[in-house]
C-alpha cells in the first residue's frame, strides 16, 4: 500500500533554514505528481507546494515562494522540501501528500520556528 514517511523536522529560530524529506512506497513515484501540505495549530491543511513527476515543474503558495523549494529523487523514490528565511508563521505540521488536499499523505512531523 502507499505509504509516506517524513523525516527533518523540529526546532529552529527566524530567519533558519530545514530541509524535509520524504520516503515513498507502494506506488509509481516517478508517474505521479506530488505535493507538500502542512497543518499550523488550530489551523486546517494548506497547500504548500507542488512538484511534476520528472521534476521539471513546480509551484508554490504566495506564503512561501521565494523562500521553500521542493525537489525530488525519482531514483530513490524521494520527496524533498527545502526551507529557508524561517517565519514563526511557517510553525505547522507538515506533509508530503499524494493529492494537493492532503487526503494520501504521510504521517507528518513538526517544524517549530520560533526564538
Known amino acids: 500500500q502507499v505509504q509516506l514517511v517524513e523525516s527533518g523536522g523540529g526546532l529552529v529560530q527566524p530567519g533558519g533554514s530545514l530541509r524535509r524529506s520524504c520516503a515513498a512506497s507502494?506506488?509509481?513515484?516517478?508517474?505521479?505528481?506530488m505535493y507538500w501540505v502542512r497543518q499550523a495549530p488550530g489551523k486546517g491543511l494548506e497547500w504548500v507546494s507542488t512538484?511534476?513527476?520528472?521534476?521539471?515543474?513546480?509551484d508554490y503558495a504566495d506564503s512561501v515562494k521565494g523562500r521553500f523549494t521542493i525537489s525530488r529523487a525519482n531514483g530513490k523514490n524521494m520527496l524533498y522540501l527545502e526551507m529557508n528565511s524561517l517565519k514563526s508563521e511557517d510553525t505547522a505540521v507538515y506533509y508530503c501528500?499524494?493529492?494537493?488536499?492532503?487526503?494520501?499523505r504521510g504521517q507528518g512531523t513538526q517544524v517549530t520556528v520560533s526564538s
Open positions: 501528500a499524494q493529492d494537493i488536499q492532503g487526503r494520501v
Open positions: 507502494g506506488f509509481a513515484f516517478s508517474g505521479e505528481w
Open positions: 512538484i511534476t513527476p520528472l521534476g521539471t515543474g513546480t
